[in-house]
């Protein structure tokens, strides 16, 4: 997985990295060059017990309007193989993208880590899904199938299983497991258990990776020989909140030639236990930017890693941690509030107001009327994060309908 580009070798790629701007965030004197003029690769690392070896840095594809044939190439050729997508992301359109890639390239197919995801919780759904899948991506195997946006273990029955193990009989389906953005350590924890999971997705970064909880979930799931990989990497929240230390934070890492985003997937990377981080790259900047970081072997210095804790001490109140459990089940409503609150994020920190409206959509009308005049004061009193749940509730039906 590190086909090589003779006209994107290390030293030009640098050079026009600095050119763009994305190099501002890289600077050539950080990064030894070696006189062979060696291609730029992403390393790669084991994907649990699968046997697989996979990029470190992940094409996410979940928020994108539209992307360029031209971006997926170029990620191709520095070693971004793995592209992550789902049935849903921006209405099939994201498939649909990869498939007229795949169809324009059909020869890297089998370089590609190829992922995609549904939401359907019958044999009858996943197989429609995942077909649509395969037509839509124009290809005969998908690498990895999740089971999207998982947040109890209840979801992965014995029909689960059984339907995964003839997807795989069937050639369909390469490896199986499941995406959570909500209740992470506790569906990883139990996903150790079951011996069918090949890999799991969740939201991990330099804000939750440090947890009790957190650390012994990947634990388990190492043991399990589970592959893991990592998103919403940039801990981004639902509120700005000043503080210092990030600016110190800043400037700090910019001495180090490396911008405070770039940092954030360092401290991620620095866990060898995630295979991979799974990143949104909506253009070539942030492309060029992540594969930067990627490449570069300066690893971040214990004083960075306290310094970002405390930066997340400092603003968890603008943070949703994803604890669903504690706060949806202290409100008189079944109401998504984790699912309410990432597409804040995706409006205020990936500056993507258009996904997030899009997401947004999705849940009920009568949900939505159920949400604004829900008494919040229970769940605010028990979030670990201390957010204003109502207040932000309400500001995110406002800002995204
Ligand atoms: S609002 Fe608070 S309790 Fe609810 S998921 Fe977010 S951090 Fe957890």
Redesign the pocket.
Known sequence: MTPKNKSWTRRAFLKAACATGAGSVMTLKNIPLSASEEAVAVPTRPFGKTGIEVPILGFGTSLHVSFSRLLLRQAFNWGVTYWDTANTYMGGNSEKAIGKYLDKYPQDRKKIFLVTKTHASTAKGRNRDLNLSLERMKTDYIDLFFIHSVWSVDELDNQTKSWAQKAKAAGKIRLFGFSTH?NMPECMLEGAKLDWIDAIMMTFNYRLMHTDKMRRAVDACVKAGIGLTAMKTQGGGQVRNDSQTELDLAGRFLQKGFTDAQARLKAVWQNQNIASICSEMPNMTILMANVAAAINKTKLATRDTQLLRQYARETRSG??????????S?VAAEVP??DV?RYLMYARSYDNRRGASHYLKKIPKKQCRQMINLDYSL??Q??????A?GK?MQEALKELS
């Open positions: 909500s943070y949703c941690a994803g604890c669903t459990d504690i706060c949806e202290a509030i984790g609150m769940a605010e028990k979030c670990p994060q201390k957010m749940i932000l």
